[in-house]
């Protein structure tokens, strides 16, 4: 087999892993995913407040991890940053820092804003239903998250 049809079979079959979240994600993650994330969605939160989440597609339950980049990742940063204090940059780049203060969020026990999961520093379907996504109300800020 030629060189380059080798790097892409091993590659091919990472990416599988990774999908089947055998590469790291929590399989309560992974199993309800509806696949990596590849946009942005306007919604309205059970709150009422409206603002983007990360979807697949449409579908807010889906999964980003280091080297995702794009809107979808931006608007993680942006809830970050202004929902939970994290200073970062919102780039569109999901990389170490973006991990790091994604994993403080999933740790948080506050009761403003409780995430309480396993803080792995993966977006995936449960983190995406309890973390508190930046919104706006009536045309101020708000933090909002899709649990009821």
Partial sequence: MPRSRAVLAVAAVALSAL???????????????????????????????????PTHNGK???TMSRGAAGEHVKVLQRTLRDCYGQ???VDGQFGPDTEKHLRYAQNMTDEMYPVNIEGDGVYG???AEYLSHYATKSGSRHCSSLHT
Avoid at 38 to 44: C, E, F
């Fill in 125 to 127: 379907p449960i983190t």
């Fill in 87 to 89: 200073p970062m940059d």
């Fill in 19 to 53: 999908g089947s979240g055998l590469a790291g994600a929590p399989a309560a993650t992974a199993a309800s995913s509806a696949g990596w994330c590849n946009g942005r969605t306007y919604v309205t939160f059970p709150s009422g407040a409206k603002g983007y989440v």
């Fill in 60 to 62: 807010w339950n889906c």
